[in-house]
């Protein structure tokens, strides 16, 4: 009786643990990348929080993006990704550290603010406009109706967003002979400004200036370089920190 009780345990404990490890282990080990923020800022570099991915709780119990998101804006962890295949992401919560250093927290909780935001954003439609590019060009809603838009918001004297000029450059080149895709960018900045620094550094972007109170009032951003998908609908599909997550989310929205 007493082995018969044994095995009965020896069971559950299996199964416990087999449900708790379903969806896999830590890609790196969540304490150690939080022994100095440089060590997180590496790790956090991989991190996409704009793709879709499973979303585990710290207690591995799957829940929505939404509350995931919230959780990183409002909580106090970091986000891990499981191992799994190359093309599937899930992302898990684990507690930061008391003696982790408070820039990490002050990070990610920006991140998540971010991340969140931008995901709300997701499915609404884009606010409604009517610009001229450089070149004279008048682009509105209804004459963008029936196209994926890539829209670019930067300004001239943003770092990040000029350094990914040659990626984004290549992007618009890979996509060439889709006519339904259009490329376009806003800019807080004058045209004169924009075509004395476009002569020395290119983009292949149509690009419409002195955006700054459209980005700050319309679209609320915070936060530069920031990159819309739009449907063929007007809607938008994606809000993105990055040309790395742009690439992906647009090699999606191409196949729909």
């Known amino acids: 009786m007493q082995k ?28 150690q990348i939080q022994k100095t923020f440089q060590d997180w800022s590496a790790y956090n570099k991989k991190i996409m929080l704009s793709r879709d991915f499973t979303a585990l709780d710290a207690s591995s119990k799957e829940i929505s993006k939404e509350s995931f ?23 898990k919560l ?68 000029i350094r990914e000029f040659p990626q984004v450059n290549k992007l618009v080149s ?15 900045d004058s045209p004169e400004q924009l075509k004395t620094f476009l002569a020395r550094k290119p983009l292949l972007y149509s690009v419409i200036p002195n955006m700054k109170d459209y980005m700050n009032e319309a679209l609320q951003l915070n936060s530069f370089p920031t990159h819309f998908i739009l449907n063929k609908e007007g809607m938008i599909a994606k809000v993105l920190p990055n ?14």
């Open 174 to 188: 890979a996509y060439k002979d889709r006519k339904d895709i259009v490329f376009m960018s806003l800019a807080e």
């Open 69 to 91: 998101l919230d959780q990183l804006a409002n909580g106090n962890f970091i986000p891990v990704r499981l191992k799994s295949e190359a093309a599937i992401y899930i992302y």
């Open 94 to 161: 684990f507690k930061i550290q008391p003696k982790s250093d408070t820039s990490i927290k002050a990070t990610i909780n920006q991140i998540g603010f971010d991340a969140y935001k931008n995901y709300k954003m997701e499915g609404t439609a884009f606010p409604k406009f009517s610009f001229k590019d450089l070149d004279g060009n008048l682009v509105t809603n209804e004459s963008m109706k029936g196209k994926i838009i890539v829209i670019k918001c930067w300004y001239i004297h943003c770092t990040p967003c």
């Open 243 to 256: 040309f790395e997550s742009l690439e992906v989310a647009l090699a999606k929205e191409s196949k729909l």
């Open 4 to 31: 018969f009780i044994s095995l009965i345990t020896l069971l559950l404990i299996f199964t416990i643990s087999t449900a708790q490890n379903k969806f896999g282990n830590p890609e790196v080990d969540p304490i």
